[in-house]
Structures are given as structure tokens and as C-alpha cells.
């Protein structure tokens, strides 16, 4: 799996649009950028997956280069429950046989009233 | 549709007893797999099993840590002959069979070795 790059904290307005970015240089043409976070103490929450093209949901927006040598999460809107650590993973699917994630150590966002 | 479930939630062991935790994935995911989180560092991956079968263990600790999903029931990571070390929060995480890839996961199992 290749590996990803995030900075280490951010902090962000309530209200105001988090972008969180992520560095995965060596991506090859089959992984899938996910990104999960984890508030305190729980379980990680799945937030978004992409593998080309821009994806969005409920929860956010992922934005992936041409090149998919990076990725950027959006949150629209960042309230204080969005405080969490966040992590950026490449994977292969499923398919592959080799299901597990990989977690770095992720970008901590505290959002701010 | 209840989320992934693990039990116990906490879990205090001493030094050489065993730890059982248990996880029911959610209603339909026959894929689980096991993390481990030791205090203020990352999620680390342990095992991942399908029905019957580990896929992949390439994160389990050689001695005393066994995992298992038999066709009823629920997961089981089982810890023998527990030290201070194993003192960590254990997350369950599941997928579904196929489709979607992502893994939801449980609130996790808080294991403290005394």
C-alpha cells in the first residue's frame, strides 16, 4: 500500500469549510484513496472513498488531482463534533484480497467556535 | 440495522490470565477484521478473517494472540497469558461481501492489565 503524507494538526472556524489535505505521491493506478476519522476514544467513522474522480456525500467532499498524487477532504461546514484525528489511506479494493487499512498517524482538526 | 458490536466494552486483566473480546459484525458482513490502538499511537492492524478462514494475519503478534469466526457466532480475539504490554483499545471492524469496500467499525474493547 502506499504510503500517505498529512500534516500533523489544523485548526478550523466553526462553520467555515475544512480542507484537509493528503499526500500519496506513490499511488499506483488501482489503489482507492480513503478517509476515515476517529473522535475520541471511538471507533474510527468511515467518511469517503474515491479512486479518480471527485466524490461527494452526506459527510464531505473528496477532491483528487489528475495526477491522484493527492487528495483533499472537504468538509463544508465544520462544527465542533468534526473535531477528531483524520486519516488519509490508499488501498487496494477489496477484490484484492487484502482488506486491511493502513492508518498513519492523520491530521488532527480541532475546530474552534 | 445495528452497527458492529464488540464486547465486553472494558476489560481489566491480570498479568497471565486471558482475554476473550468479541465481535459481532453487522447483519450481512461476512468480511472482519481486528485492530489494535496501544495509548497515543495509531490504529495498527491485526487480522482479518472471513467465515471459517483468517485471510490475513500479518499483524498478529507470533505467541499467545489467536483470532477466530467460526460459521455461528460471533468473533474472537483471544489473548493468552496477558502482560502490561497487551494494555490497549481493540477495534472490530466489518465489510460486507461485496460491493462497497468500506469497513464499519465497533466501539471498541478497552483491555487494562494490571
Known amino acids: 500500500d502506499a504510503k500517505t503524507t498529512q500534516p500533523p494538526s489544523m485548526d478550523c472556524a466553526e462553520g467555515r469549510a475544512a480542507n484537509l489535505p493528503c499526500n500519496h505521491s506513490t499511488i499506483s493506478g488501482n489503489e482507492y484513496v480513503y478517509w476515515y476519522r476517529q473522535i475520541h476514544s471511538q471507533g474510527p467513522q468511515y467518511i469517503i472513498h474515491?479512486?479518480?474522480n471527485n466524490e461527494t456525500n452526506e459527510m464531505a467532499s473528496l477532491i483528487i488531482t489528475e495526477d491522484r498524487k493527492s487528495s483533499t477532504l472537504i468538509l463544508p461546514h465544520a462544527t465542533l463534533r468534526d473535531t477528531a484525528v483524520y486519516y488519509c489511506i490508499v488501498r487496494l479494493p477489496l477484490s484484492s484480497n487484502t482488506g486491511k487499512l493502513i492508518f498513519g498517524q492523520g491530521t488532527t482538526l480541532q475546530v474552534k467556535p | 440495522n445495528a452497527g458492529v458490536m464488540q464486547n465486553p466494552r472494558h476489560l481489566v486483566r491480570r498479568r497471565g490470565q486471558e482475554a476473550r473480546l468479541r465481535c459481532s459484525p453487522m447483519k450481512g458482513h461476512s468480511h472482519v477484521y481486528w485492530y489494535r490502538q496501544l495509548p497515543e499511537e495509531g490504529l495498527k492492524f491485526m487480522v482479518y478473517l472471513q467465515k471459517e478462514n483468517i485471510i490475513d494475519e500479518s499483524g498478529m503478534p507470533k505467541e499467545r494472540f489467536s483470532a477466530e469466526f467460526p460459521k455461528e457466532g460471533p468473533s474472537i480475539l483471544r489473548i493468552q497469558q496477558v502482560v502490561r504490554g497487551d494494555s490497549a483499545a481493540y477495534f472490530c471492524?466489518?465489510?460486507?461481501?461485496?460491493?462497497?469496500?468500506?469497513?464499519?467499525f465497533g466501539p471498541g474493547t478497552r483491555l487494562t492489565v494490571l
Open positions: 471492524a466489518s465489510s460486507p461481501r461485496s460491493g462497497k469496500n468500506e469497513q464499519f
Open positions: 474515491g479512486l479518480k
